[in-house]
């Protein structure tokens, strides 16, 4: 088609963006799947209680991004081969599939804001769960469990106890932190707290950039379309 000026420099800017787009959803279906597998939180979201699995509503904001990822490239690969073909129907239905992606990821922004203290927060109580049950010195049958499970969290997260150091505690810590003084009992409600704020912190930054990507997108696509839809022979 014969566009031409500012259009056709509009037309390859476009063609760029997408494939940004295109290898940032890659990126990110890699991060996502790595924070899928990663051993600190695999470890400890596969612990079981009491018959009560460890809350696993980490693993949420986890399957949307895997989701986003793969969409992500679908998407860029659909906009660089409408952008090339300067097609309006193909730039449509990118801009389509471009409003969706970009609405659900400030839905899914909104959730992690209103929920970025509960994943921590749930794993604290599970932990304390299990922590109530180790220390105490009536023997109660899941003891045994409970001890099993702090001494996971303890050995992935390098922590010990939850920073108080009670009397009651310290007489069974040689037992569930072996190799380690009161000296360098690190908690491990921090610990889960740094953890957790540490990777929603990664998935929201991964988040920023592509809707400031998709922004761009959307606005060079309009231009685009129109300037197609104007171009001489298009009628």
Not at 33 to 50: A, G
Not at 93 to 119: P, Q
Not at 204 to 220: K, R, T, Y
């Amino acid at each position: 088609m014969a566009i031409a000026g500012c259009t056709r420099c509009i037309k390859y800017m476009l063609f760029f963006f997408n494939f940004i787009f295109w290898l940032a959803g890659g990126v990110i279906l890699g991060v996502a799947l790595w924070l899928r597998h990663d051993s600190q939180t695999s470890n400890l979201l596969i612990l079981q209680f009491e018959g009560h699995q460890a809350p696993g509503t980490f693993y949420i904001s986890v399957y949307i991004l895997i989701a986003v990822g793969a969409v992500m490239m679908l998407v860029g690969f659909l906009g660089c081969y409408g952008a090339i073909q300067e097609s309006q129907c193909l730039l449509g239905t990118f801009f389509f599939f471009l409003v969706i992606l970009f609405a659900c990821e400030v839905a899914a922004a909104i959730w992690g804001f209103m929920n970025r203290d509960t994943i921590s927060k749930e794993l604290i109580n599970f932990y304390d769960s299990a922590y109530i049950k180790a220390v105490d010195v009536s023997g109660t049958p899941s003891k045994e469990g409970a001890i099993k499970v702090l001494e996971v969290y303890h050995a992935t997260l390098d922590c010990c106890g939850k920073g108080d150091n009670t009397p009651l505690f310290l007489q069974v810590a040689s037992t569930l932190c072996p190799g380690k003084t009161p000296d360098n009992y690190q908690s491990c409600h921090k610990k889960l707290t740094d953890l957790f704020s540490e990777k929603l912190y990664l998935i929201g930054l991964a988040a920023l950039v592509v809707a400031v990507i998709m922004i761009f997108e959307m606005i060079f696509t309009m231009v685009l379309c129109c300037g197609i839809r104007n171009s001489p022979g298009v009628y």
